[in-house]
Every structure is written in structure tokens, then in C-alpha cells.
């Protein structure tokens, strides 16, 4: 017997038809007597229409009011999932957010959950009920609700997993695995047996939207075993416990694994791609100690997440160029508080750029071999794609190019890799 989380994203719950299948698919891994609890996100296309709600109402809206608005899109979904699972002739009940509760930290429409009081739900789940929970909601210190930030149910559905110890996070969307890309955009992309946490993170981090970034940290941090798998699945699908998906695994995991066999070691694993973020230029800014302190100090108080900086060799009468990133939803705040410092920095121009997108490759191989960022510079370059500015970490390079070069970039360098899936592994 084990206990298992399963969680299913806005396309597996996209109305009753869907549900019904994904009831279905819950009520096969509850027999035979595993425990059950189920995360679900709102309808696909739900939360985007409150979002849009919110705007309307009133385009500095509150945080606040905000979640309690949002919120319900997965109160629907929690709710629906139980009545069908119920009409199956399963024991099912849902559990809100506040009724669990899940307490959750920080701001409003980006809260952090700090603790899941899992009592009642571990006994439910040991009496044999099958647990609803919608994901994305928690409760904040005074009682009110909160949202953990877009894509925030794979979240819930790992905090969940950890506070009731279960055995196994599965996470099922509409794709049937973690891929070396999107697959939407590259046809040839391969599906990842296993992806180490690392990557994962840095992967989500960078821009693959398949697992939320926060959900892979937590899961890395309390050790939950996480797979990625399809809802979109007939009757004869391989069952989930026989792991058809992708795992999350540790460094030491995939080493057994590749000394198996079972996996390739690449130095590179996957390329992600983002296009929420825009360029910002000072020009002529002051080549002087503290003028790069007077720039970020106002962003960062405003926790505006400065991303790839570049300062520019100083030019004569000493002056520089200062070039950075910082997200789209936050340029409009960010300028207006540079142009509030101008006396302060001293620069001449605020130039801003939205149509710009970071392409990043992400691989653990990367700390042992050398050479991988010049492939990219070189790959890129054949095909006359220019590069603005690049960061790297330990296992990471990102390049910012034009946005109109997405598609290109991210195939040429898939090939370049040697990540397409008819191709021998590099
Ligand atoms: P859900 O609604 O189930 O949470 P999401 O839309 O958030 O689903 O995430 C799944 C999507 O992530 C896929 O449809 C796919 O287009 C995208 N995606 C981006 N990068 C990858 C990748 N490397 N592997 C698999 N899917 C990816
Ligand atoms: N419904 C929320 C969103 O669209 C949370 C989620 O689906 O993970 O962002
Ligand atoms: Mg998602």
C-alpha cells in the first residue's frame, strides 16, 4: 500500500468530460488501497479570465482582493472532482485551502507556504477517503486567503506530498514527461526518463513552465519523489506506479542510472526559453564607484528581480553604458523609479526593449566539460541570431536575443546539442 499525491493541471480539468476521466484515473490508483490525496488546478483559461476580472475592476488592485478573486478557480475544480468521484461511488470530500489549512507566508498573489497542517487529512486518507485539495490557495497569518503565483498548484501538490509523507508526487499534465525542450516548439524534442533536481530547477527557473519553480526547490528540499506524467491517457496506459513519466531525481539517482545504462549523460539536458522579460539601457551613467549601487538599490527595495546585467567598458569623460533585465510585468514600475533617481544615477537616456527573449541551456554536465557556452555562441552565430547580453552559472548559459528569433534559436541549438530525437547522443 502507498500513499500517493496525485495533482492535475488546467488542461486535465477543462471541464466535466476531462474531470470525469481524471476521476477515473484517481479511482484506479485508490484501488487496491493506496492512499489518495488530489491537487487540482482550475478549468484551463480560468484563471486568466479572473485575472482579467481583477484588471478591469480596477487596475491597481489590492493583492488581496485579488486572491480571494482567483482563488475560486480552483474552489470550482475541487468541488466538481469530488461530486464526480462521489457519482463513481468513491468516499471523496474536498479540503480548502483555510480548511486544512495550509498557512502560507509573504505577499499576497506570490505567497510561500510555510506549514500544511496535515492532521485531518492523514486521517481522512487512512480511513479511506479520498482527499480533494485546489491547489494555488493557502491562508495567510490573519485569516485571509492567498495565491502562491501562477503555476502555484504544482506547489501545493509537493507541500502536500511532503506533510503527509506520501510516497509519490505524481504531477499529471498535458504532455507525457519532462522533454529536452518544449515540446510544442521543437517536434524532435526527446522525453527525459529522469532529470536530476538541479536541472529541474534550473530548468523551471529559466523559463520551462511544466513545474513551477518553487514546487522543484520544495521538493528537492523535503526529498518528495516526483514524477511528471500525461492525464491524456487511454485505458491501457502503462499505470502510474510503473513510472511512464519523467522522475526528479538526485545526482546520486541519475549516476546509478547512468551507470545502468538507463540514461545518457549529456552535457547538456534541456534548453528553456522566456519571453516575460525586457531590457533596460541607462546610457552615459557615471564610471564611478556606487553609480551601479544607486541603480539597483531602488529596484530592489521595490523587489523588482534584476536578472542579467551588463556594464559597458567606460568611455571616455567617464561615462558607461548599463544594461540589464528585470521582469515585463515589472517594467513600468522599474522605469518610473529609475526616472525618479535620474538626479541620483546621473544617466542620460532610459532606453526599454519587451521584445527580447533569454535562451538558456541547462545541464549538470556542464561543471566537467568545457566548451558548451562556445558552442552556443557559434551555433547562434551561423544563423546570423545576435547576442545581447549572457549569464552563466555552474550549470547554465543564457543568451538574450530578439524575441522574433525564439523558435529558431531554440531548435538550432537542440541540434546543435545533439538533442533531437532521431540523433545519437553527443
Ligand atoms: P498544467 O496546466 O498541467 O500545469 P502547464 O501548461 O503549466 O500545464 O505545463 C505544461 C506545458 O509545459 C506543456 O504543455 C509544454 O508546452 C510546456 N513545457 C515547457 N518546457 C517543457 C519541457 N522541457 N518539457 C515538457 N513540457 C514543457
Ligand atoms: N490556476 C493557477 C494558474 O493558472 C495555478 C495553476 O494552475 O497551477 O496559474
Ligand atoms: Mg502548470
Redesign the pocket.
Known sequence: MARIVM??????MAGTERIRRVANLVRKQAAGGNQVAVVV?AM?GETDRLVNFCREANPLYDPAEYDVVVASGEQVTSGLLALTLQSLGADARSWLGWQLPVRTVEAHAKARVEAIDADALTSAMEAGQIAVIPGFQGVSEDGRITTMGR?G??TSAVAIAAAVKADRCD?????D?????????VAK?R?LKAVTYEEMLE?ASV??????TRSVGLAMKEGVRVQ?LS?FVGDDAIPADELPG?MIVSEEEMNILVEKGEMERQHVT???HDKNEAKIILTRVPDKPGAVAHIFDPLAKAAINVDMIIQNVGRDKGETDVTFTVPQADLARAQALLEDKRDDIGFNRLITDSKIAKISVVGVGMKSHAGVASTMFKALADRGINIQAITTSEIKVSVLIDEDETELAVRVLHTAYGLDADDEAA
Open positions: 495533482k492535475f493541471g488546467g488542461t486535465s488546478s484551463a503555476g498548484s504544482d504531477i499529471y499534465t498535458d504532455v514527461g519532462v522533454y529536452t525542450t518544449d515540446p510544442r516548439i524534442a522525453k530548468l523559463g520551462a513552465k511544466v513545474l513551477q511528471v492525464s519523467t534541456g534548453i528553456a
